[in-house]
């Protein structure tokens, strides 16, 4: 006889061989498949972390981004902050300026980005007409940030006049990074996207507004398009970080536009950028060269298309001679029946 451990084992044998199996090249060949979640490989930066490196006199590193794949590459990169600008207004979005960005674009593109950039810490540019009637109005709007917007920090533009501001917001636990200088939502005041501080006044007021900021509870300051000299004595004269953008190497640490410097964004090119690639350039000659493929029919290639079983193709093929030759005796009735 045979033993109850065999049988049962034969049981389960038969069981596992009823199952159905799909074909090698259903899996091998199909590309359509979900994003995986980004595995955070090191530690993630927090403000303890830069403000460790602000102690050890550490250079910081920033670079915005503003979709999924910025924000990924920024990760991967091992940049430290990653600012979502509302540049991308300009470089993304295609406005001549930053102010027609909504909340609701902004926190569209946040998500995008904090669904790539794990590691980085993630600031939010509050948007122009946001957070400048009042406090209780950049409160909120600041609560939306890091809620819905899954960001670590919020920044906005502005010195003295935005310093209760900033302690309103900071007050509640959120970090707020503040902006003097250049400040691009307010460039139609400023006369355009111009240099500041060079003038003695000019920098006078420049340093009461990153004293202001940073008694108001600021943990980090942006200066923007200002000589060195002053963006240096400004840093030397504060207890908070400064990140620098066309401000000189003597700032706590650096900020670009990604899009500037990978040259995404062509239309012109800020002074203070540093041009790494031209991927512009590189993106429109594979373009051309698909172009190209597309119209001799060298693209798509047989390793670019999906297999099919001979067998199944043929049955296929077998089916529809049938099908076509019953229409074809049916039309042919039908005519003669006219």
């Known amino acids: 006889m045979m033993s109850v451990t065999r049988l049962r084992t034969l049981v389960l044998a038969q069981k596992v061989l009823s199952r159905p199996i799909m074909p090698v090249f259903a899996s091998r060949f199909y590309s359509s498949r979900p994003v995986e979640p980004v595995a955070q490989t090191r530690s993630k930066v927090s403000i303890k972390t830069i403000q460790t490196m602000y102690r050890r006199k550490e250079a910081i590193s920033m670079m915005t981004a503003q979709d999924y794949p910025s924000g990924l590459v920024v990760d991967k990169a091992g940049i430290d902050i990653c600012l979502v600008g509302d540049s991308l207004a300009m470089v993304t979005l295609g406005y001549d300026s930053t102010n027609p960005l909504t909340v609701e674009d902004m926190l569209h593109h946040c998500r995008a980005v904090a669904r790539g950039c794990k590691s980085p ?17 950049a409160v909120r709007v600041s609560l939306r940030f890091m809620k819905e917007g899954n960001c670590d920090a919020v920044k906005l533009e502005g010195g ?9 917001i900071s007050r509640i636990g959120i970090p707020v990074i503040g902006h003097i200088g250049l400040t691009p939502q307010r460039q139609s005041a400023l006369g355009g996207f111009r240099v500041q501080g060079k003038t ?13 900021v940073q008694e108001a509870g600021a943990f980090a300051i942006v200066i923007e398009a200002v000589p060195e000299e002053i963006a240096g004595y400004i840093t030397q004269k504060l207890k908070v970080p400064t990140i620098g953008i ?4 003597q700032c706590s640490g650096q900020v670009l536009v990604q899009n500037d410097a990978l040259g995404l964004f062509d239309k012109f090119v800020p002074k ?8 512009n350039q590189i993106i429109v000659n594979a373009l051309k060269e698909y172009h190209q493929d597309v119209k001799s029919r060298q693209f798509p290639a047989p390793q670019n298309t999906y297999p099919i079983d001979p ?3 043929e049955k296929f093929y077998a089916q529809e001679r049938e099908k076509n030759g019953v229409r074809d005796q049916e039309e042919e009735r039908a005519a003669h029946a006219m």
């Open 121 to 137: 810490f993630v600031i939010a540019d509050l948007p122009y007409g946001s957070y400048e009637a009042s406090p209780d109005d």
């Open 160 to 168: 003295i006049e935005m310093a209760e501001t900033i302690h309103r």
């Open 200 to 212: 003695a006044k000019q920098a006078t007021a420049l340093l009461r507004d990153a004293l202001a």
């Open 246 to 249: 066309g401000a000189g190497v």
């Open 272 to 279: 203070f950028t540093k041009q790494y690639c031209n991927l």
């Open 311 to 313: 067998i199944q193709l």
